[in-house]
């Protein structure tokens, strides 16, 4: 029923909004929709709500979201939890889980479960966390990647949707083939060698190339000059 709305919309609406190229073009092909009529705006970035972190790491790895719709590659997550895991790596682990999940998530050490957790405790996460990882098997943009690396956090990820869109001005290193999660926590590991200044110069880098890529107001001041059009 959703998809069916969804295609009649897009076929019937005179302008549509979404947030990334390919998002734009699986539109385009799954609702045999219009090209000329979809119009791009990046989702933006208060890079003051979402400041560089010099905090000190309480967590090696953090994963964010909900994980129970297949689509988020839970099985993934878990693998690379596994390898992690057995590195002695600390893992903090945050949204909603079914019960099955929370029972294998249970079994590994290093990982710490929260759930939900409000906006703010999130975002102290972040902060303290070295790294973000994200399994998911499709992104329409992939917004809390781009907040990790505001806050100066490398965010590794499969190249899923417009992962690589989004992510590859910044970093093309941040992005693996879809389910290698033995090259994904490589990524990880490799990052959490270096020393602690170049993480910090990278972890800068990532602030200033997502302030200049997805400013909060470029993306506000698009979307009002299409609502005007």
Known sequence: ?????????????????TVSR???ERIAKDYSCDKSKIHIVPNGIDAQAFPCST?????????IGS??????????????????????LRIADVGRR???????LSLLPGVTVFGTVPQDHLLSLLEKSATLISTSLYE?????LVEALSCGRPAFAFAAGAVPEILLHIDPNLFVPLRDTKALCLRITDFLALPKEEQQLLGQKYHEDVKRL????????????????
């Open 1 to 17: 029923l959703l998809n069916h709305w969804q295609k009649t919309f897009c076929r019937v609406l005179p302008s549509i909004a």
């Open 22 to 24: 390919t998002s734009a």
């Open 55 to 63: 905090a000190e790491n309480e967590f090696d790895v953090l994963a």
């Open 67 to 88: 994980f129970v719709h297949p689509r988020k590659g839970f099985p993934y997550l878990l693998d690379c939890y596994r390898i992690l895991s057995a590195k002695r």
């Open 98 to 104: 079914s019960e099955s999940q929370q029972a294998a």
């Open 140 to 144: 329409g943009f992939g917004l809390s």
């Open 214 to 229: 997805y400013p909060l107001t470029a993306s506000a001041s698009a979307l009002w000059a299409l609502y005007q059009k």
